[in-house]
Nanobody, 115 residues
């Protein structure tokens, strides 16, 4: 089983930036896919970005210009850099991984964009 712990959320003004972190309990090179999803109140959870163990990345079309996913293998950590934040980015952001045909989720971290 893989445990995931998110951090870095908070309150930010429109146009601001945040970097989210997801620390995994094992070597992330042993995990097939890691990534980020988000869920706003009253809405379905949606894909933000993913990164494979080979380093290939994928983004939601509407977010690719503003968000960047990256990793620090030595720290077993995946990051999400978010720039140019808008009010519609307000959501709980969840770390995700897939390994050995199973899905694992973190507890989520709140991001609120408001002036």
């Amino acid at each position: 089983q893989v445990r995931l712990v998110e951090s870095g959320g908070g309150l930010v003004q429109p146009g601001g930036s945040l970097r989210l972190s997801c620390a995994a309990s094992r070597n992330i090179l042993a995990i097939n896919v890691m990534g980020w999803y988000r869920q706003a109140p009253g809405k379905q959870r949606e894909l933000v970005a993913t990164i494979t163990r080979l380093g290939r990345t994928n983004y939601a079309d509407s977010l690719k210009v503003r968000f960047t996913i990256s990793r620090d293998i030595a720290k077993n950590t995946v990051y999400l850099q978010m720039n140019g934040l808008r009010s519609e980015d307000t959501a709980v952001y969840y770390c995700y991984c897939e390994e050995s045909l199973s899905d694992y989720w973190g507890q989520g971290t709140q991001v609120t964009v408001s002036s």
